[in-house]
């Protein structure tokens, strides 16, 4: 018998006024895999992840989240959710175990203190003030507390942007030992190559509507393209220029550096 989807959403719409920001989307997300919306700013990704999450009320359209509904089974999803949004602002004055601890009091159960540092590497930096971590430390212990309740399902908003490369893979280790649980994430992100490094499939979100669904391979060869090649160097480059080197069909700016489509 096949399992109940972690997520389903059908027919979403959200409106602000005039402005529809989504737009009659539809998403069903699988038990067990990571699953990535992908999109531009203001595309609509926040405000579906918002909705999934229960901190937004849709227009219209229907939502189930581990089988429940946040109209009639708010108390024991916030139990079983991890939620780590685009946006964290931590006590600055509270040293990292204790805003670990914080956190693990909102919950009626959750993993020791000490799994959830070995995770995302802060285990050094449990008596550490907040206020004295870096960018990516600070988004790690982000991410920690949202996993201190041991949840089921994940919700990750944009979790590596603004992110030096080290950072972001130290975060990509995170999610992916996470998923190895058998647990479910779901997250937004603008770049394509962290889409395929962590997601199982991904959908493509612009206006507000799904425009492409798929595993990231099976979108990147949507594009006619056999492989996308990426690097990184220690000075900026502008992407123009490398479009008119031989085999290669496009070149745009990645997180880390050059992302080149060749054929």
């Not at 979403?12 to 737009?23: E, F, I, Q, S």
């Not at 004295?132 to 600070?138: D, I, M």
């Not at 058998?182 to 997601?199: F, I, K, P, Q």
């Not at 900026?236 to 069909?249: I, N």
Request: hydrophobic content about 35%; charged content about 25%; some cysteine.
């Amino acid at each position: 018998m096949p399992s109940t989807p972690a997520l389903r959403c059908e027919q979403l719409v959200k409106k602000y006024g005039d402005l529809t920001a989504v737009d009659g989307l539809d998403l069903e997300v699988d038990t067990g895999e990571c699953f990535g919306l992908l999109g531009p700013n203001g595309a609509g990704k926040t405000t579906t992840v918002e909705i999934l999450e229960g901190l937004n009320e849709p227009t219209a359209g229907r939502v189930e989240v581990l089988g429940m509904r946040w109209d009639r089974d708010e108390r024991a999803l916030r139990q079983r959710l991890g939620v780590s949004l685009q946006e964290t602002h931590l006590p600055d004055k509270l040293t990292v175990e204790e805003n670990l601890r914080m956190f693990r009091s909102f919950y009626l159960q959750g993993r020791p203190l000490e799994e959830v540092l070995d995770m995302v590497g802060l285990s050094d930096k449990r008596t550490a003030w907040t206020e004295r971590l870096s960018g990516g430390q600070k988004q790690r212990l982000a991410v920690a507390c949202a996993l201190v309740s041991d949840p089921e399902l994940l919700f990750l908003d944009e979790p590596t942007t603004g992110l030096d490369p080290q950072s972001r893979r130290q975060l990509w280790d995170v999610v992916l030992g996470f998923k190895s649980r058998g647990r479910t994430v779901l997250l937004t992100t603008h770049y394509m190559d962290e889409a395929e490094r962590l997601c199982d499939r991904v959908a493509i979100v612009d206006k507000g509507k799904v425009i492409a669904m798929g595993t990231p391979r099976e979108l990147i060869a949507s594009l006619g393209a056999q492989q996308v090649v990426e690097f990184s160097t220690e000075q900026p480059l502008a992407p123009d220029g490398w479009g008119g080197l031989p085999s290669v069909r496009s070149a745009r700016r990645s997180a880390d550096g050059i992302a080149l489509t060749v054929e």
